[in-house]
């Protein structure tokens, strides 16, 4: 049987409400973390910073950023849907089949991968927050990785603990000589950066 496709209206739908339910998470995680970083080195150093300078290019990535990862998760989610739409047609099974199917564990719309969406996401919008203020301070150079140091720290991110690199370095040499850009290193990735401050 022919593929029957969602029409294009639905998936405009569906990323606009996506955009509108994670943008404001995503922005206000990001302008927090800058908050708190600028506050940090204010007190650290005594060198006041422009606000209004961080504000802006955190509200300028929360935007690219969630445009970018929107389309990502519409992209993976309508792949799912069409398959999982297609197997349900030829099967000729009830309908509950089909929404048991797209919101079961690992399916788009299962509980826990909105959790690991979220965690992850928010992750890298503290990171990001930081990165803005660590930048526009011009007393910041280098940034170092923590990790929760304790039993479930994974093999990605053990061997970063207490790594450190240029502010502007592209990633840190992480496991199997893989580089890893910062955290999230992977979904629900607990690691965080410090910034190391000039003398």
Sequence with gaps: MRRKAIPEP?????????????????????KAAAK???????????IALDWGMINSQALDWAKVYTYEKVHDITATTRDFISKELQTWIQSGAPLQDLMAALSA????????????????????????????????????????????????????????????IGLDE????????????????????RCWLQPVVEK
Aim: net charge negative; glycine share 12%.
């Design 10 to 30: 639905f998936w405009d739908s569906e990323t606009e409400l996506l955009f509108r339910v994670l943008f404001p998470e995503i922005s206000a995680a990001v």
């Design 36 to 46: 708190t970083a600028g506050e940090e080195l204010e007190f650290a150093t005594g």
């Design 105 to 164: 564990e690992g399916g788009p719309y299962g509980e826990y991968r909105a959790f690991m969406i979220a965690t992850t996401e928010v992750t890298r919008a503290y990171t990001e927050g930081n990165l803005d203020a660590w930048r526009i301070s011009g007393v910041v150079s280098g940034k170092q990785w923590f990790t929760a140091e304790d039993d479930i720290v994974c093999d990605i991110c053990g061997p970063l603990d207490g790594s450190t």
């Design 170 to 189: 592209e990633g840190y040499k992480g496991y199997l000589d893989e580089m890893v850009g910062g955290p999230p290193a992977h979904v629900n990735c």
